[in-house]
């Protein structure tokens, strides 16, 4: 029998109550109001089951992945003083038992934040504070008193609801037991995932071009790379089963790879997106060689509007919450009919990167493993932050300001992504540089044609080819990152391409940048 097909999820209902379907933005507060109260109190036990709808609960159970933990992730056991934090909610209990400080001991009496209000985001802003004791006096859910102490391993309740509901509300995961945990931060999360699910000398996959620091993160650990060619859509899921099908453990040094780390929308460096039927195609053999997939997905939120050219009139926004939601490609998370995918969650995109604070989406088979290693590691994201987030997302904007905000990051982007692609339209040699334009995230991948240097008659390699157009971009006052610097372990590179990105310079700055690239691309080539 051939296993259950991805799925695509319906979300057209967004904004509408629906009991028995999805859920939407104007369902939570009566979701809310129907479930248990918040815990308010230091370090209490909570998980996504306190915040999911009753919809979830319709749903099949995930596959059981007993078969792909690591020696390290099977030995793990629950901490101990963790654990007993479940009986400081007994009423009138005087605790003697956990290294809790006083928060009469933290020095930080207030916390004030000034933040944008939805929708239009203007500096002006509104200032919001938290205060030792709000809990206690009635005025908030989350407080110093808290968010200074320890915590669990999962996160503080206030934001884990949040992320949940978000989760639900986005992705809508096709099976119940899924579960959302806090990190701090991506690079963590890989870190503790590599652990959760490899031993030393695992071999794990990647794209043949990939996040340099996901695979500096894996290779000090004892793994290696089994590289997965790629199109300007990214990941090709005919080498991925070629690889897999081909799979000789004798000439490869290690048993056939079970893990696929994929950055599927505005792919770094690359900038490749995944169609929904690519995503659905790669899932298809994933569970044809029993692959779990790891979903990196920081960039998942800046997908933008298409490109439409120099000449042309901007694509305007979407028109409402419904249309922007419908707009996403589907996540691995919304086709995961088997609970094969853990999806990495991160705010450093679209909030802030230096908050540390992020989360991940897996069954609860595999969080509840991932909860074992936070919990004698990093523990939880910073509490300081945390609270932030939560006064900022839950208290001040709520789900449907959060929307209109990414909304407005994906027409900020495009404005950035739009100014790179006529800059390069105008000043790059096309006779020997080419390009996509991005769809997502925050890179710009640009071939060169290496082989018509004029350095090639004389003996030069394609390696100090690259080094030379580097160097010379960088003494004529711009930076751009080399591809080979995120080429996968073992790839022998047939092409040259050069990184740019859109990020954080001006518009006026992208273009004098892409204006100097293009002089010393001239000058390299002899244009």
Not at 199 to 208: A, F, P, T
Not at 421 to 435: D, S, V
Request: glycine share 8%; aromatic share 10%; net charge negative.
């Amino acid at each position: 029998m051939s296993p259950p097909s991805a799925v695509e999820n319906d979300s057209s209902n967004v904004g509408s109550v629906a009991a028995s379907g999805p859920l939407t933005v104007d369902a939570i507060p009566a979701l809310r109001a129907k479930g248990a109260p918040i815990p308010t109190g230091v370090a209490p036990g909570t998980s996504s089951d306190m915040f999911k709808s009753p919809y979830c609960y319709t749903k099949p159970q995930s596959k059981r992945w007993d078969h792909i933990f690591s020696i390290e992730s099977k030995s793990r056991k629950s901490s101990t003083l963790k654990g007993a934090a479940r009986y400081l909610k007994t009423p009138g209990l005087i605790s003697l038992g956990g290294g809790l400080p006083s928060p009469e001991y933290f020095p930080i009496e207030q916390l004030s934040v000034k933040v944008p209000n939805a929708p239009e985001f203007a500096p002006e802003g509104t200032v919001l504070h938290a205060n030792k004791g709000d809990v206690r006096d009635g005025k908030g859910l989350f407080d110093l008193e808290v968010a200074l102490n320890y915590g669990q391993a999962t996160g503080t309740p206030q934001l884990l609801r949040f992320v949940t509901e978000h989760t639900e509300l986005i992705h809508n995961p096709p099976y119940a037991d899924w579960q959302c945990c806090l990190t701090a931060g991506s690079t963590f999360a890989w870190d503790t995932i590599l652990r959760m699910l490899c031993n030393r000398g695992d071999y794990i996959m990647m794209e043949e071009y990939t996040f340099s620091s996901a695979q500096e993160t894996a290779l000090p650990l004892g793994l290696k790379v089994a590289a997965i060619k790629m199109d300007e859509e990214g990941l090709l899921p005919e080498s991925l089963d070629e690889v897999l099908s081909n799979w000789d453990e004798a000439t490869r040094g290690g048993r056939k790879p079970y893990v696929l780390y994929t950055i599927p929308t505005g792919q770094n460096p690359t900038g490749a997106t995944q169609s929904v039927e690519r995503r659905k195609a790669v899932y298809k053999v994933a569970q044809k060689h029993d692959v779990y997939i790891v979903e990196d997905e920081p960039y998942y939120f800046l997908q933008m509007q298409p490109y439409a050219g120099a000449d042309s009139e901007p694509v305007p926004p979407p028109a409402s919450h419904d249309e922007f939601i419908k707009s996403l490609v589907p996540s691995y998370l919304s086709l995961d009919v088997d609970g094969r995918v853990l999806r990495v969650e991160s705010f450093s995109k679209v909030l802030s990167p230096g908050s540390r604070t992020g989360w991940i989406v897996a069954s609860e088979q595999v969080v509840e493993r991932f909860i074992r290693n936070c919990e004698a590691s990093a523990q939880n994201p910073a509490g300081i932050s945390q609270l932030v987030f939560y006064k900022l997302l839950d208290e001040h904007w709520g789900h449907s300001g959060y929307l209109d905000w990414l909304i407005n990051l994906r027409m900020q982007y495009t404005g950035r992504r739009d100014s790179m692609m006529h800059a390069c339209e105008k000043y790059l040699p096309q006779e020997i540089a080419q390009w996509i334009p991005p769809a997502a995230g925050m890179f710009h991948w640009i071939e060169v044609d290496w082989k018509k240097h004029p350095g090639l008659a004389s003996g030069k390699t394609r390696e100090s080819i690259e080094e030379e157009v580097f160097l010379a971009a960088v003494d004529n006052g711009v930076l751009v990152s080399r591809g080979s610097w995120f080429k996968a372990d073992g790839v022998h590179e047939e092409k040259m391409f050069f990184r740019a990105t859109f990020a954080s310079a001006s518009s006026e700055g992208i273009t004098e940048a892409i204006r100097r690239f293009g002089d010393a691309l001239k000058a390299q080539f002899g244009l």
